[in-house]
């Protein structure tokens, strides 16, 4: 099973993506962990990227479908996979299509996460990450807090509060997903496969998944 998920910054989507993984055995793919651990290595990818990401804004279409490309061909994508945060412009979801194309690929459930910007805002300022990039943990200081405050619960790191959410930077986050991002709604609501959420509950969001594969 191949699913994408849509839905602004903080609207859940590595959570339900979570969920899937562990039912179906499908692989999640977060284009988001995977520039922050180039960043992290100082990559040349990670390079270009960084400050676009420090910024709120969008890594260019190019240096993402290099990525992605690659990505999707490994043996690990054979059972399945979760596009979790792409593709997050027309263009790469244009690119997209053709890509699935010459791997063979379907997508069998396109979900679409709508939640208030006052929910996105409270919970992406009080998220905080693990800054050990091999375990990239992510907690909140509100629902989900560590045991011990600002340590990882499963590596011991110490975790901290990403440059790109900030309450400044998560604002310019929203605008730049409104602009650029929410347009992908128009582009997949005609299909067969696209599921529009207004659920905010992860297993109200999850049983309605099942009813739809």
Do not use: W
């Amino acid at each position: 099973m191949n699913f994408i998920l849509l839905g602004a910054p903080g609207s859940g989507k590595g959570t339900i993506a979570g969920r899937i993984e562990k039912h179906f055995g499908a692989i999640q793919i977060s284009t988001g962990d995977i520039l922050r651990a180039a960043v992290s290595k100082g990559t040349e990818i990670g390079k270009l990227a960084e400050e676009y990401m420090t910024r709120g804004d969008l890594v260019p279409d190019d240096v993402i479908m290099g990525i992605m490309k690659d990505r999707l061909r490994e043996d690990d994508c054979e059972k399945g996979f979760i596009l979790d945060g792409f593709p997050r412009t027309l263009v790469q979801a244009e690119k997209l299509d053709v890509l699935l194309k010459e791997i063979n690929k379907d997508i069998n459930l396109i979900v679409n996460l709508n939640v208030p910007d006052s929910e996105l805002l409270k919970r992406l300022t009080s998220r905080r990450t693990c800054s050990n990039t091999d375990c990239n943990a992510i907690y909140n200081v509100i629902s989900n807090p560590t045991k011990v405050e600002g340590i990882c619960d499963k590596c011991g790191a110490k975790t901290i509060q990403r440059d790109d959410e900030t309450e400044t930077a998560i604002k310019h986050r929203l605008k730049t997903y409104y602009e650029k991002t929410a347009p992908l709604v128009e582009y997949y609501k005609n299909s067969e496969c696209f599921l529009d959420s207004v659920a905010v509950s992860t297993d109200a969001l999850f049983d309605e998944i099942l009813n739809r594969v």
